[in-house]
Every structure is written in C-alpha cells, then in structure tokens.
C-alpha cells in the first residue's frame, strides 16, 4: 500500500492523465474532492496539494483541463475544505482527536506553535506547507478563532495558493527538460514547502 502511494505520488502525471482519459469532465470532480479531502480533513493530509496543483496546471496548459474552470474549481474545494475542516475543530475539539489518535501530536503541537507565533497568518501562511495546511483550520476551531476573520484569511490563502501552483504548472510544466524530469520536480516542490516547517522545528529547538 505505501509503495503504491509513493509511486501516484512520483507519477501524478501518469495517473492525472489516465484520470482524465478515463473520467473526461468528471476529473473536474474527482480534482475538487481531492483537494477538499486534502484541506478538509485532518487524516487526509497525505494526499497531494501542491504537486498536485502544479501537474493540473501543466495539463491544462496542453489543452486536457480548462484552466479558468479547474482555478475556479479548485480554489472553492480549498475555500470549503478549510470551512469544514474548522467547523469539525470548533465543534468537536481537539480531544476528541487526541483520544482517537488519528492525528500525531506532534502535527498539533507544531501547528499551534505556528498559529501562537503567526496569529491568523496562520490559516495564510500554512496553505503553502504540508500537514500543517490541514490542521491550521482545525485548530483555529479549537481555538474559537472568529469566523469571519478565519474566513477572510481562508479565502486568501485559497486563491494564492490555488494560483500560484497552477501558473506555475501552466508556464513552466510544459518545458522538456521539466517533462522528462517531472518525478524530480515533484520532490523538489514538496521538500521546499516544507522548508518553513524545518525551519520553525529548529528555532523552537533552540529556544
């Protein structure tokens, strides 16, 4: 089962393309839930975001997928995702999770060491780093962090996030050499978003 994760995960551009062979406008869909699933709820955040976003965007750039549709698209699931994903934190708390243990406490810690350092930045910020993009809303639900404040930030974040990754695959997923080296590439997009991560584990380390 791993092994088949790190290979969709390596090869998204195989498993887009069979997707959308397969599903034709239904990959309109199954992208939104994806993404909603990613950013919505707290034990799917291993599924792509980033990566993901950067092959939609070179698959649109070849014509596959409407590129002003899957923004649209993708940016509302990501808006929804984190509504929900702070409803379930604001209703639920966070014991309920830690008594199930479906999310390690490190996640948690880590993200409300974001969240007391960054305020409601956080839900802006977090959109670009992994794991904790999915358990800063919830956790701003924990913390009771007022809606429309969490919403403005929300839907900010959502469409920068959204935006740039999906330029990004537009512009430059298309180029040969990045085609012929897209596993790489993924790597590389997931080990810079987690950049920040490593870099805030250290300083609190330090302090």
Known sequence: MI????????????????????????????????????????????LPGDSLLFI??????????????VFLILTLAAIIGDSVNYAIGNYFGESFFKKKKWVKKEYLERTKRFYGKYGGMTIFMCRFVPIVRTIAPFVAGVS??????????NVGGAICWVSIFLTAGYFFGSIPFIKENLSWIIVGIVLLSVVPVIVEYFLYKKK
């Open 56 to 69: 939609v965007g070179a698959f649109a750039a070849q014509g596959a997928l409407n590129i002003y549709l």
């Open 3 to 46: 092994s088949y994760f790190i290979d969709v995960f390596l090869h998204l551009d195989k498993y887009l393309g069979e997707i959308i062979r397969n599903f034709g406008s239904m990959t309109y869909v199954i992208l939104f839930i994806i993404i909603f699933l990613e950013t919505g709820i707290v034990i799917t955040h291993f």
């Open 144 to 153: 009771k962090m007022k809606y429309k404040k969490f919403f403005m930030y």
